[in-house]
């Protein structure tokens, strides 16, 4: 028997006068999951998560939480929680009272409430300090107080719009990972609204990549990066090598292109709508691209590239490449061996990747 979601949304639009931010979405989110909504700025993904949380109103749709629809339902009467991106936390008031606002404007018993204050903490890691000045908090800390302020409230869904933000980049990678933990400590379903792919890839269990107020594809982070449905989602969900060409032939899933710039390659079709001569976009991941100080054997796609550069980011580190014969660049993720630790600019280097990791759209 399948269980009710926690959340689902049913052909969910919302419209500001002539324009539609969200354009008729449907997804629905199991209980416990981290589901994260993934796109630009613009692209209506915080519209969305304003009427989940009953801040807006849809245009048209439903939007039901624990199988009840909430359309009438106030912010304050659904069972849902938000973290803002700057937590809102009250400056006057010691960690304790802010942890405690809402149980107190609900007119839960002093005793009660410092009861449950104390677990959440504990449950957040910051057992003890309730009587502690916010402002004596660190940025991390100062996010678990935000979230245990949430959770004591005990939502069905907790709503986190882009929480991470504001934080320096060595905290916000830190609190990816507690942020995940702390989602699996609480078995609570997250609804996350990131422009960060990172962010979402490493805490999330399902991702929707939003563009233009729809879902362009939901899936697992592995699913997203390994088999983007769209140009769109390949180009936005990590990072890739982008050319331009023309089809030249196409036999099932084969096809045959060339680029611009003259260079033969050989891809799968990943999309509807590619014909021959017509364009199509031709993704390739950085990692998926080989290195090798004198030709292969068999080179697949690939040929010879002078090094335009070398930029070190230890585990991170790539090679941007110049193609000889069609003049494009390509960026390469640096491999980790050591072996080409000695390149330099200007240097001649082989490269090549595989046909299965060539991927290709139409072009819109």
């Not at 519209?47 to 939480?65: C, N």
């Not at 404007?105 to 449950?123: A, C, T």
């Not at 729809?214 to 050319?243: D, H, I, S, W």
Request: charged letters at 20%.
């Amino acid at each position: 028997m399948t269980s009710t979601p926690d959340l689902e949304a049913r052909e969910i639009s919302k419209s500001f006068d002539d324009f539609k931010a969200v354009k008729d979405i449907s997804f629905t989110v199991p209980q416990g999951t981290f589901f994260s909504i993934l796109g630009p700025s613009g692209c209506g993904k915080t519209t969305l998560l304003r009427m989940i949380a009953g801040f807006q109103k849809p245009t048209s749709g439903d939007l039901l939480i624990k199988g009840r629809s909430v359309l009438d339902v106030p912010p304050n009467k659904r069972q849902v929680s938000m973290v803002f991106q700057h937590l809102a936390l009250f400056p006057m008031m010691n960690i304790g009272a802010n942890v405690g606002f809402s149980l107190r404007q609900r007119g839960v018993n002093k005793s009660d409430i410092k009861q449950q204050v104390e677990h959440v903490l504990e449950r957040v890691g910051l057992g003890g300090v309730a009587d502690r000045s916010v402002s004596s908090l660190s940025g991390g800390q100062k996010q678990r107080v935000a979230i245990a302020r949430c959770m004591v409230l005990e939502p069905d869904v907790l709503l986190l719009d882009e929480p991470l933000g504001a934080l320096d980049l060595k905290l916000r990678e830190h609190m990816k990972i507690e942020l995940k933990q702390l989602q699996a400590e609480f078995n609570t379903t997250f609804v996350y609204i990131t422009h960060d792919q990172s962010e979402a890839l490493v805490m999330s269990d399902q991702i929707a990549v939003m563009n233009h107020g729809v879902f362009e594809q939901v899936g697992t982070p592995k699913e997203l990066y390994y088999a983007p449905q769209t140009a769109f989602v390949a180009g936005f969900v990590g990072e890739a090598n982008k050319f331009v060409a023309t089809v030249e032939s196409i036999a099932g899933n084969a096809v045959t292109l060339r680029t611009q710039g003259g260079r033969s390659l050989q891809g799968v079709a990943a999309g509807a709508g590619l014909a021959k001569g017509t364009k199509a976009h031709v993704f390739v991941r950085p990692e998926a691209v080989r290195l090798s100080r004198s030709a292969p054997q068999s080179a697949g796609n690939g040929g010879e590239g002078i090094v335009q550069n070398v930029l070190f980011n230890g585990a991170n580190s790539q090679v941007m490449l110049l193609d000889q014969l069609s003049g494009a660049e390509i960026n390469v993720a640096l491999p980790q061996t050591g072996e080409y630790r000695d390149l330099v600019k200007g240097g001649a280097v082989h490269f090549w990747w595989e046909t299965e990791q060539t991927r290709v759209y139409a072009r819109d």
